[in-house]
């Protein structure tokens, strides 16, 4: 009868791996991490190369197959840093440039508001059917939420349906929001504001208007109650607050 | 010109002998390297088919084979005609030389005989001195060309016997020689090691590295266990490090008596497939003088790619501090605040800044106020530094016998997850970077923090209060400690702005975050690197900041561009490592390659290469005159650099884990470590400057002469219980703070 607690023979070939490569301090789970990562590993390798042989119409998987198979995924997934000579010139051209200017007196300096994480990424849900009084205002959305980047945006609030428009903003920043405006028409006023959560029972007509985007912060609150800070267009405003505050 | 490029400089000297007698050369098969004009060459070619024949002929062939490669057809055929040779006396010499045209030295080398050898080697050395010098493997992009450098150099199996020989004869050298031909090993092993592998000798590779792999020095273990797991052409692949090792020439600086010894040598021999090795991959820069000892290359040696080449240490650095700025203390009807805080009555007299008008001329070392853009002083950073003078006013003068008290903050229930940790300037506030993504900010100070209130919260407050700006802020939600979440990595390098409005982290995503300290939100991701990004500082002055990662260049960015304005790319590995000079020109990066760069922020060229650490480097500092640089590796050294000479004047001996911490006192005085020995050491930073005598010799000939006083040197070591300490900070009055995870 074997001992009790005997290291499976994979998981002894991971250990003398790391002392091969001269690795003595590692935590127990790490062995369970090259295990696991190496039967995935493997296992794609050798599905994909089965997948060239028998596009190749060869009956059995042989070197060829695997090595096509190996190339394959080391371009997809363990891509390597570029080059020296690429980086070299890359960043002579780079480096070339003269430093830009500084204005003075321009506030927060950040990059144009595209680049930044600063908008808001969910919009509203329209309920009710009332129109705006500002009818001027009114356009096509012309956003979706999230639409942008491959990695999933914080969950939205109530978008029930994400109308699938030409992004106008192209660059791949994840997470970022588009910019806009939400017209909320309390009963008393008719200001342009915010968006504000959706908490609010107020919501009438949510309109969005992408002609306020890329403005420098145009706006006016307006006396909604229940606001907590969950839109996080609100901060750019705060932004604007520190230009004057010398804190 | 000392530096030497293979027989380049043998061939300029014989350009400019009046009369190049170019029969007389040509008869000369000693072994004398001789290496004729490629013009001369061929038609000395050409005239010698009156003398003798046997030689005639191989002089034929050979300049036939010159000839071919250079695709000068006609030539060729002219040749052939005129000297009625045979079409197919080419082929076994053109079998020998692959990686065809792209300056391979060594093409066309075989053995047989010595004339044959010696004359091709001639030719075809000559023929890449003359054109192909620009066009060098490591010019060219495609991988596989690069890695064609590796011509076939001869007969695997006698690899071994070439090195075996190489090293009998160094050790019949002289004792003065021996240290510095020693040098030689490391990189001929390594690139006739992966020669082997790369032409597919598998088994004569394993051989060659386990009968040589343990005479090499003890620093090169760890590269040497990378090399142990190459064997075959593939695993060369996708390692990038390996192969810019392989297309950057390895840097040797040997004295001019110990390079004769070492060409005549092995010019002397039959094969000299080691010269040819030498002549590719390995850039000697010769210097007149005495040799140095064992002791001194031993200091300069470890990094990957040799040392430094002089001329790379060779231009102006302005290394002194930017003058400060003249700030006047507000009269009391423009500003009460600063006035009662300073409780005296100056409130009719305006009080100038006394930091920098003491000297009204303008330093020569320091560059000028407008050499790089620098953001203007608002009224927030005057009154910032009318707070840092008051403060300084009480700060504690440290000496040997005045060691700082040390408060160390310990991050409890870390998991071994803290990963990176700042303190501001005025040491209010602390950041942790953690490896679960998250950033921690907790205020050190009784004030809490507190994040700007909400859009419609704003509204609500009365905007012409006096107290506006506190008002803005929301109580409701103050806390000890706020979290920020954004990153999608553990976070390893984080930084604040010098103006505390802002703050920095940087992470494996490859992403660096630019976060609000009003608001508590993230503002910014700056997307550049694809790969993790190590480290990251913002510019004592604000505004720039620069960051450094896996892809091995380091880049300078502006907080409102979301490209970075600079790249600075010639490390063979990771930045690990990336700091401002006081003045915010420069830019210092320590890599994984064991080498530290100071890059000009202007230009983007680095204009110092220090090396001599045997380890990755982890921690840099610089001395607050900004003349010198500590530098703190995985061997448990502090080496001191003096910048504007560009050499090592001190190593500090003591920790015996990676130093993951450096600082210096407010007024340099001394210097303290923190490193994963859980150990703060401190040292005493003036001593060792003033022990720093440079004259021009030494700064010519780059000799270094280290004194072992680092026990002198050592004020104090203090022990934690079990915390190694990642960061260090002196608070403007001088009092040291470190800050470490418990790890039990």
Redesign the interface.
């Known amino acids: 009868m074997s001992a009790p607690k005997t290291i499976p023979k994979d998981a002894q070939v991971m250990i003398q791996i790391l002392k091969?490569?001269?690795i003595t301090e590692y935590e127990p789970r790490v062995i369970n991490q090259m295990l696991e990562f190496t039967y995935r590993y493997v296992t794609t390798i050798i599905e994909d190369a089965k997948i060239y042989a028998t596009h190749a119409k060869k009956s059995n998987v042989d070197a060829d197959d695997i090595k096509l198979a190996i190339q394959c995924r080391?371009d997809q997934s363990?891509?390597?840093?570029?080059?020296?000579?690429?980086?070299?010139e890359?960043?002579?051209q780079?480096?070339q440039?003269p430093?830009?200017?500084?204005k003075?007196?321009t506030g927060?300096?950040?990059?144009?508001d595209r680049?930044?994480?600063?908008a808001p990424n969910y919009r509203l849900k329209s309920v009710q059917k009332k129109v705006s009084s500002s009818a001027g205002r009114i356009s096509v959305p012309r956003l979706s939420v999230g639409a942008v980047s491959s990695?999933p945006s914080t969950p939205t609030l109530g978008t029930p349906s994400v109308q699938s428009v030409t992004t106008k903003v192209g660059t791949p920043?994840?997470?970022t929001g588009q910019r806009f405006t939400v017209q909320i028409p309390p009963p008393s006023q008719t200001v342009t504001t915010?968006t504000?959560t959706p908490s609010t029972p107020a919501v009438s007509n949510v309109l969005i208007n992408p002609s306020l985007i890329g403005s420098k912060n145009i706006?006016i609150?307006t006396?909604?109650v229940s606001?907590?800070?969950g839109g996080?267009s609100?901060?750019r405003?705060?932004?604007d607050?520190?230009d004057y505050?010398?804190? | 010109m000392a530096a030497v490029q293979g027989s380049l400089v043998e061939e300029k000297d014989i350009k400019t002998e009046p009369s190049n007698d170019g029969g007389g050369n040509n008869n000369a098969n000693d072994g004398r390297v001789l290496s004729t004009s490629p013009g001369s060459s061929a038609s000395s070619g050409s005239n010698k088919s009156t003398t003798g024949a046997p030689e005639d002929q191989q002089t034929l062939l050979a300049v036939l084979q010159f000839l071919r490669k250079n695709n000068l057809t006609e030539s060729v055929e002219i040749l052939r005609r005129e000297a009625g040779l045979p079409e197919d006396s080419l082929d076994p010499k053109g079998g020998d030389s692959s990686g065809a045209g792209s300056g391979s030295a060594a093409g066309g080398v075989d053995l047989e005989g010595v004339d044959a050898s010696s004359l091709l080697s001639r030719v075809t050395v000559s023929s890449s001195a003359a054109a192909q010098a620009p066009n060098k493997a490591e010019d060219q992009p495609d991988v596989n060309v690069v890695l064609s450098a590796y011509s076939q150099q001869g007969d695997p199996a006698l690899y071994e016997v070439y090195y075996s020989g190489l090293k009998k004869f160094i050790e019949s050298v002289l004792d003065c020689h021996r240290a510095e031909l020693s040098q030689v090993f490391y990189p001929l092993f390594v690139h006739m090691y992966l020669e082997l592998v790369y032409n597919n000798h598998e088994n004569e590779a394993k051989a060659f590295f386990e009968k040589f792999s343990g005479d090499q020095e003890c620093y090169y273990e760890d590269d040497l266990r990378v090399l142990s797991s190459l064997t075959k052409k593939e695993h060369m692949r996708g390692n990038e490090t390996l192969l810019d090792f392989r297309t950057s020439k390895f840097v040797l600086r040997i004295s001019r008596d110990s390079y004769q010894l070492l060409k005549r040598h092995l010019q002397e021999r039959q094969n000299n497939q080691i010269w040819n090795i030498i002549q590719e991959h390995l850039y000697i820069d010769i210097f007149d003088g005495m040799p140095r000892s064992k002791s001194q290359i031993d200091a300069m040696s470890g990094s990957l790619a040799g040392e430094a080449k002089r001329e790379a240490n060779k231009a102006k650095v302005y290394y002194g501090l930017l003058k400060e700025p003249e700030i006047e203390l507000p009269l009391d009807d423009e500003d009460e605040e600063a006035e009662n805080e300073e409780g005296k009555p100056k409130k009719k007299k305006p009080k100038k800044d006394s930091m920098g008008s003491k000297s009204k001329k303008q330093d020569p070392n320091a560059p000028s106020q407008t050499r790089i853009p620098l953001p203007e002083l608002k009224d927030s950073d005057k009154l910032d530094k009318i707070m840092y003078m008051k403060e300084a006013t009480k700060r504690i003068r440290l000496g040997p016998d005045n060691l700082p008290s040390i408060c160390f903050y310990t991050f409890l229930n870390a998991y071994q997850g803290l990963t990176a940790v700042d303190f501001t300037d005025d040491s209010s506030l602390i950041a942790g970077g953690f490896a679960d993504s998250t950033v921690r900010v907790w205020s050190v100070t009784p004030k809490k923090l507190r994040r700007v209130k909400s859009a419609a919260d704003l509204n609500l407050i009365d905007k012409e209060s006096d107290d506006v700006l506190e008002r803005i802020m929301d109580e409701k939600t103050a806390s000890e400690s706020k979290i920020l979440y954004g990153h999608s990595g553990p976070v390893y390098g984080i930084s604040f702005s010098p103006d505390r409005n802002y703050l920095l982290s940087s992470s494996e995503d490859g992403t660096i975050r630019l976060w609000s300290l009003q608001t508590f939100t993230c503002l910014v991701g700056y997307k550049g690197h694809n790969y993790p990004v190590w480290d990251t500082q913002f510019s004592p002055h604000g505004y720039y900041f620069i960051s450094g990662g896996h892809d091995r260049v380091a880049r300078l960015w502006a907080t409102d561009h979301y490209q970075p304005l600079r790249m600075f790319s010639g490390h063979l590995a990771d930045v690990t490592c990336t700091r401002f000079h006081p003045n915010s020109n420069y830019v210092v990066t320590g890599s994984s390659d064991r080498t530290i760069r100071l890059w000009d922020v202007l230009s983007g060229n680095c204009v110092r290469i220090f090396t001599g650490h045997k380890g990755p480097i982890h921690a840099l500092a610089f001395s607050p005159n900004g003349k010198f640089l500590a530098s703190g590796a995985t061997d448990g050294r502090v080496l001191l650099w003096d910048i504007g000479h560009g050499l090592m004047f001190g190593e500090l001996k003591g920790h015996t884990d990676t130093i993951y911490s450096l600082r210096f006192s407010r007024d340099g005085e001394i210097l303290a470590s923190g490193s994963m020995d859980n150990t703060v050491r401190l040292w005493d930073a003036t001593k060792a400057f003033d022990d720093l005598e440079t004259d021009d010799f030494t700064a010519a000939t780059g000799h270094i002469h280290l004194q072992d006083n680092s026990q002198e040197l050592l004020l104090g070591t203090y022990m934690s219980k079990s915390t190694p300490v990642i960061h260090l900070h002196f608070t403007r009055r001088n009092l040291l703070l470190a800050a470490g995870a418990y790890n039990p």
């Open positions: 091969d490569m001269g080391m363990f891509t390597s840093p570029p080059p020296r000579d690429f980086l070299l890359v960043a002579r780079k480096n440039t430093l830009p200017l500084i003075p007196y927060p300096r950040l990059p144009p680049y930044c994480l600063t990695r920043v994840s997470l915010k504000t706006l609150t006396n909604m606001q907590n800070s996080e609100l901060k405003k705060h932004e607050d520190d505050d010398a804190l």
